[in-house]
């Protein structure tokens, strides 16, 4: 999910990306778009256990 904000932001273009949605109940691919530097609004939500500032600290698990 990270991949597409980060790709997005150092080649400072607009991006649409596709991340598995990753609940254990479905196969729903989730949209992922940038426009401008900003995700577009969509009606879904994403939960990180790991705060991003941590991410680094063991990065196989995140």
Request: proline share 3%.
């Amino acid at each position: 999910m990270w991949d597409i904000f980060g790709i997005a932001a150092i080649l400072g273009k607009d991006a649409t990306g596709h991340a598995p949605c990753g609940c254990g109940e479905c196969s729903e691919k989730l949209d992922v778009v940038i426009r401008h530097g900003r995700s577009v609004a969509s009606d879904w939500i994403v939960h990180f256990v790991v705060p991003a500032a941590r991410f680094w600290e063991n990065i196989g698990y995140t």
